[in-house]
């Protein structure tokens, strides 16, 4: 279960960074928060990578996750639009992740 507490972590981190970017346009301190959020991010997924989940599955879920995470929380605190086929195109990416994860667990199970 670590490892996906770690995959949590990575994931918030890059998304926090990724909002501070734009927060940081008008308030260059903001920086300090990108740079730490993404330096982070890419340190947690290593735990991931070193605690066994593989790296297909654990970049695939940190970034769609985190694409669909910036996306929903850009439009909450910055008041960015967010369609229906922004949607959509969410659910896909985020359907994608899961299908690379359910085939990762069977391939397991076939070479067990």
């Known amino acids: 279960m670590t490892k996906w507490a770690l995959l949590g972590c ?5 998304v926090t960074a990724s909002l501070s970017l734009k927060a940081a346009l008008d308030q260059p301190a903001w920086y300090v928060v990108v740079a730490t959020g993404y330096i ?11 605690a066994g989940l593989p790296l297909g599955v654990a970049y695939g879920i940190w970034g769609a996750l985190g694409v669909a995470l910036t996306a929903i ?13 922004m949607g959509i195109g969410l659910v896909l990416i985020i359907g994608g992740v ?4 359910i085939g990762s667990q069977k391939a397991q199970e076939v070479s067990s």
């Open 10 to 14: 990575a994931i918030v981190s890059e």
């Open 98 to 101: 899961l299908c690379v994860e």
């Open 40 to 50: 982070a991010s890419f340190v947690l997924l290593s735990f991931v990578l070193k």
């Open 73 to 85: 929380m850009s439009a909450i605190i910055f008041g960015e639009p967010l369609t229906t086929v």
